[in-house]
């Protein structure tokens, strides 16, 4: 069995393990520089507020109590790193699929963990522990684990010979085909996962070529694979981009000590431990 984690709106989650109480807020991310600066990522309660993808941020800016932050690689690298001992601390052999997914082999873990059922459950936890909200699947192939991770909301759960009819909703475009192919298959009114599962394979071949069958074996969740592990990183960095200079020790040591609390949890999801901490600041522009 497999397992993937998925965390949704990565770069809002970020920013938003520095800044918890964003939790609670409508909040916005946004990217670029002005004046094209525009809303890249937002939280259920900036739908609901009437935020929007692709908005600019003077437009976002009207709408009452939307806390909007830039966007932080570097925050969203260290979420990544995050995530990767959150995948390592349960499985020595997990793949780095994307800066928002993990595909685990569970093989062996039900001796230590339990069934497939808890460690999906530790996974989520975990991830909460971490700052982060994660989707959890699990499934008999990679593919399949990773689809349902993106696709539904929560924790889960795929038996084997069941993965075509679990992962029949989904919208055709969760496979990122090409384009060309993505405007065939909408001409041909196939739009989900299960309608193009139900494509006859010889024609889809001859009309789609190779990647056309590809796609419709991801789709019935048919795809056999190894995983590509990733090598275990032993840095471990946090970091938070501030909206405003710091001036007071105060709200300096408080700052610290919440990226302290996360190196901590990510040292103990990977059971290790450290005697040394480097700390970098960077002065104001013109100081």
């Given at each position: 069995?497999?397992?993937?984690?998925?965390?949704?709106?990565?770069?809002?989650?970020?920013?938003?393990?520095?800044?918890?109480?964003?939790?609670?807020?409508?909040?916005?991310?946004?990217?670029?520089?002005?004046?094209?600066?525009?809303?890249?990522?937002?939280?259920?309660?900036?739908?609901?507020?009437?935020?929007?993808?692709?908005?600019?941020?003077?437009?976002?800016?009207?709408?009452?109590?939307?806390?909007?932050?830039?966007?932080?690689?570097?925050?969203?690298?260290?979420?990544?790193?995050?995530?990767?001992?959150?995948?390592?601390?349960?499985?020595?052999?997990?793949?780095?699929?994307?800066?928002?997914?993990?595909?685990?082999?569970?093989?062996?873990?039900?001796?230590?963990?339990?069934?497939?059922?808890?460690?999906?459950?530790?996974?989520?936890?975990?991830?909460?522990?971490?700052?982060?909200?994660?989707?959890?699947?699990?499934?008999?192939?990679?593919?399949?684990?990773?689809?349902?991770?993106?696709?539904?909301?929560?924790?889960?759960?795929?038996?084997?010979?069941?993965?075509?009819?679990?992962?029949?909703?989904?919208?055709?475009?969760?496979?990122?085909?090409?384009?060309?192919?993505?405007?065939?298959?909408?001409?041909?009114?196939?739009?989900?996962?299960?309608?193009?599962?139900?494509?006859?394979?010889?024609?889809?071949?001859?009309?789609?070529?190779?990647?056309?069958?590809?796609?419709?074996?991801?789709?019935?969740?048919?795809?056999?694979?190894?995983?590509?592990?990733?090598?275990?990183?032993?840095?471990?960095?946090?970091?938070?981009?501030?909206?405003?200079?710091?001036?007071?020790?105060?709200p300096l040591a408080f700052i610290l000590g919440r990226l302290?609390?996360?190196?901590?949890?990510?040292?103990?999801?990977?059971?290790?431990?450290?005697?040394?901490?480097?700390?970098?600041?960077?002065?104001?522009?013109?100081?």
């Open positions: 069995m497999y397992a993937s984690i998925y965390i949704p709106d990565f770069s809002l989650q970020a920013v938003v393990r520095s800044e918890p109480d964003l939790r609670s807020r409508a909040a916005a991310i946004v990217d670029g520089a002005p004046p094209s600066c525009r809303v890249a990522a937002m939280n259920s309660q900036a739908r609901r507020a009437g935020v929007r993808p692709g908005m600019t941020k003077l437009d976002a800016s009207q709408v009452p109590s939307l806390a909007i932050r830039h966007r932080s690689r570097a925050q969203e690298a260290a979420a990544h790193a995050a995530l990767l001992d959150l995948g390592l601390s349960v499985s020595p052999r997990v793949e780095d699929t994307a800066i928002d997914t993990l595909a685990l082999d569970l093989t062996g873990l039900e001796q230590l963990f339990g069934s497939p059922e808890k460690i999906a459950r530790r996974l989520a936890e975990r991830a909460s522990e971490l700052g982060l909200r994660a989707q959890v699947a699990v499934a008999s192939n990679p593919d399949a684990a990773i689809h349902a991770a993106r696709g539904f909301r929560g924790i889960t759960l795929i038996p084997a010979g069941e993965e075509a009819e679990r992962l029949g909703s989904l919208p055709v475009d969760a496979l990122a085909p090409a384009r060309e192919i993505l405007e065939t298959l909408d001409r041909w009114g196939v739009r989900t996962f299960k309608a193009l599962a139900a494509l006859p394979t010889l024609q889809l071949s001859e009309r789609l070529g190779q990647e056309g069958v590809r796609l419709q074996n991801l789709a019935r969740g048919r795809t056999h694979r190894s995983l590509a592990p990733c090598e275990a990183p032993l840095n471990f960095e946090e970091v938070m981009d501030l909206e405003y200079p710091v001036a007071l020790l105060e302290l609390d996360q190196l901590c949890a990510r040292l103990e999801a990977r059971s290790l431990a450290t005697h040394e901490v480097r700390l970098r600041l960077d002065l104001e522009a013109g100081v």
